[in-house]
Structures are given as structure tokens and as C-alpha cells.
DNA sequence: AGCAGGGGTAACTTTGCGTTAACACGGTGG
DNA sequence: CCACCGTGTTAACGCAAAGTTACCCCTGCT
């Protein structure tokens, strides 16, 4: 899925070997990785290369995560990355002060690859909604925030269930973009499960029902679209 | 970094040579340093200079580590400071002893003074955290005192446990953010400590039970966030 | 020993999401 | 004009997730 790849990551540990490894699985599945040692370093790395996704280390020399993470959110200028600690297990409280600095998410030490390359996948598909969402809602009149779980429609906040979600963020995800129903199952049902084609229009209708009509366009005989304008 | 300096920090051992290492490595980063030799001295010192830190070995003539913080932690007349024990690495059951008696970390010997600066600055930052944390949660009508282990809902003061305690800060560190079940264990309960889910509900119960409906929300299939407004 | 409270589990209930089934409707081609 | 296809719409049902309660074990205190 080329989706993934381009995103630029920065990787922020203290041990060489991590950085190293780390770096070195990530650029396999083919992401563009920069690297820094400490806070202070991560802080002017985010300002030259404005990186997706951050992945650090809560324990550093110099300035450690949780200050780094700080900064970073605070800088109004920056567009704003994920952040997602490395943390060391012992260490409950830096992953709550983590949270309350502005973190995304966690992720535990040891690090097992697979598991954070799907990690990094689902926090990059956030960027894609988030971002689109951002530049796109101006016109079209609709948050999506995944973080909490709401939409936001003419200042008017939905919660919706999670699979309505996932279906309205996936649309939006790419606005004008006709995905066909069998991508639309695979995306957000999974390759595994099968479910009666019936559901995908359940599910359209239930969102209609909230948005209002206007959102998402049904072209026949092709999928579905979420509306530009 | 300023917000370092001004703390007051009590070392606590029964060797001369680490007191004096410890208090000039100490020092020279700006903190305020006072010392004592035994649990009983520094039950004393507590009193009178009421640290932000100490710094204690565990073992130690007249009143052990352990002694000492449970002493401290039940006086509660004390600005309760944030306590480290210092442990050289056979003493593991030491270790879990002074958890129970109320420590917040330990340190394991021989000490590296760099590594040391940057824990003791995660730890201080605690502090910090928590009264950024008060003043934050003015706004939702919820004040969550770290320190005093207490949480105040519309003028009512409630003394909850540790385990609901925890899992409050948790969710109450970022409001609006949803937390799954796997984020909630994981942070809460830890990574090795295996729980049943029903677990969960169960002190989101008492939570609620405690504090009214209407702090905490379920969002189904995800997770649970903690109500703004 | 006895008691109290925290923490966890087990078992049952409740809820509401996700899915299906059944039917309606409109366009299209034979 | 009607048979068919793709989609819209609604109601109903099953099931997994969350709520709830009671109970047990452990620890600490008296």
C-alpha cells in the first residue's frame, strides 16, 4: 500500500543499537527515517524535517521525552506530529505524565517489529484523516477526531458507533476518492471477516441519518464517495 | 532548566562517601541538598525541611529505609514528598517492600550520576504535572491532588484507592481522549500483571458510583474517556 | 483471632451495535 | 410493459461488550 510509505518518522533514543535497528526496520517497510539522540536534538529536527510521526524514548539525556514533547506541542508554528513514547515497563507514571503532555500513544519496550509497524500504520492513517479533514473541513464543514472519538458537523458533535466511524473515516479519508464496496469491506471489516453486502448500505444510511444527505454520494453501480463542495 | 532549581532534596544513607558524592553531583545541578544518616535523622529532617525528594537507602543502622517511609507516609501532617529508595541490585525484595511502604522509585547502585539527573527530573517533574494538572481540571469541576492522594468533585472531597486513584489520573490526564482496554491495563495495572477485562468495568463502576455518572464515558468496542464540560 | 477494606474474579444481566432479512423503489434493457 | 439489477429503507434478531452484583482472598490493623 503506497499509502505508507513518504511519511517521514523520527526516531529519538539515547542507544545507538535501537536507533539503528529501529531505523533499519522502518525504512524496510519504506518510510523515510531521521534519527536523534536527545530532546533538545529531536526539537530541531521536528522544525527542519516536520516529520508524521515522532517515536522517542521517555528516558534521555540532555532534555528527556516528556519535556521534548512539551515544547514541541507548544510551538504554534510547527505542524504538529504524532508523538508515540518508547517506554521501558516501571515507568507508569512518565507514560501518564506522557499522556497529559500532549502523547498520542505508547508503545512498550521490548519492541516487537511487527507489531510496531501496525502500530505506526493505524497511527498514520489518523494523519491522513486528520490532515484532510483539516484543509478539507473549512469547505465541507466536518471534523474528524479520532482521539475522541467524535465528528464534528456544523459545530454540532456526533458520537458515533465504531463502525459508522470507521466507515465515515475511511470515506473522508480521501474526499471525492470513489471506493468500491469491496474496498470499502476490506478496509474497514478486514480481509477475514465476511459480511452480506447489505451492511455497507446499513451502515451509509445510518450516517446520512446523522450527517445529513449531503456528505456522502452514492455512484451506481461503482461505491460510494464522500462529497467535496 | 529553572523549573529544576529550588527544590529541596534529602539524602538519606549511612555512608559518608555517598552522602558527600551524591550531595556535590547534586548541587552542582542546582537542587538544595540536606542529609541524614539514619531513618530516624531523617524522619526528622522531613519535618523540618519538608523536600519535594529524598533520596534513602534502604538499609541502614537505628531505623531502616523502609521503616522511615512508612513513617513519613502516614504522617499526614507532612507535605507528602516523593520518595526513592537507593538499592544495590541483590536487594530485590527490598525493593518490593518499599513499594508497599509507599516509595515512588528506586535507584540501583552503583550510581550513575547522569542516569540519576535525568530520574530524580522525571520524578520532580511529578510535582509539576500535578499542579499543572490542578489548575487544568478547575475548568471540568474535578481536582486531583496527587500529593494528597484525593479528589475533589464539586467541593466534595473524596479519598479513593489506589487502583481507582490511578485509573482516574489516567483518564483525567488527558479529557476527551479515549483509552482502550489495552492502553488502560497496560498503564494501570502494567504489562505483566494479567487481569481479567471484567476488572476494568468493575472500578469504573466505583468510579462512577463515587463521582456521579457523568464524569466518565463508555464508548463502545473502544474505550472509556473522561467527560469534559 | 477477628475485622475492615482493597483488589480481583466469576457469573449473570443488560445494552445496543452490527448484521441480516424482507420489502420498496427507480432505472435500464429486452 | 415487465423482469432484473442495484440500492434505499426499515424492523428485527443475535451476540459480543459493558454493567452489575456477590463473593473470595489477601493485607494490615486492632
Known amino acids: 500500500m503506497e499509502t505508507n510509505k513518504?511519511?517521514?518518522?523520527?526516531l529519538v533514543d539515547d542507544?545507538?543499537?535501537i536507533l539503528e535497528f529501529l531505523s533499519y526496520t522502518l525504512q524496510k517497510e519504506g518510510y523515510k527515517v531521521f534519527t536523534a539522540t536527545n530532546g533538545e536534538e529531536a526539537v530541531k529536527?521536528?522544525?527542519?524535517?516536520?516529520p508524521s510521526l515522532?517515536?522517542?524514548?521517555?528516558?534521555?539525556?540532555?532534555?528527556?521525552g516528556i519535556e521534548a514533547c512539551q515544547i514541541i506541542r507548544k510551538d504554534l508554528n510547527l505542524k504538529q506530529p504524532i508523538i508515540a513514547f518508547l517506554t521501558a515497563r516501571a515507568e507508569d507514571y512518565a507514560q501518564i505524565a506522557g499522556f497529559s503532555a500532549g502523547a498520542d500513544d505508547y508503545i512498550n519496550k521490548p519492541i516487537r517489529p511487527r507489531l510496531l509497524i501496525s502500530k505506526i500504520q493505524s497511527l498514520l492513517r489518523r494523519v491522513n484523516v486528520a490532515n484532510t479533514a483539516n484543509t478539507e473541513h473549512h469547505e465541507v464543514g466536518i471534523i474528524i477526531d479520532r482521539e475522541r472519538f467524535v465528528v464534528i458537523v456544523e459545530k454540532q458533535e456526533f458520537q458515533l458507533p465504531k463502525k459508522e466511524f470507521e466507515l465515515l473515516e475511511l470515506l473522508a479519508s480521501r474526499p471525492g476518492k470513489v471506493f468500491n464496496r469491496e474496498q470499502i469491506l476490506s478496509l474497514v471489516w478486514g480481509n477475514e471477516t465476511v459480511v452480506g453486502e447489505r451492511t455497507i448500505?446499513?451502515?451509509i444510511r445510518k450516517?446520512?441519518?446523522?450527517?445529513?444527505?449531503s456528505y456522502i454520494r452514492?455512484?451506481?453501480?461503482?461505491?460510494?464517495?464522500?462529497n467535496q463542495v
Open 218 to 226: 452514492t455512484i451506481k453501480g461503482v461505491g460510494y464517495t464522500f
Open 54 to 64: 515522532i517515536l522517542m524514548d521517555v528516558m534521555m539525556p540532555q532534555m528527556d
Open 15 to 17: 542507544e545507538q543499537d
Open 6 to 10: 513518504g511519511h517521514v518518522i523520527l
Open 207 to 213: 450516517l446520512r441519518e446523522k450527517l445529513g444527505e
Open 201 to 203: 448500505d446499513v451502515h
Open 45 to 50: 529536527k521536528v522544525q527542519e524535517i516536520s
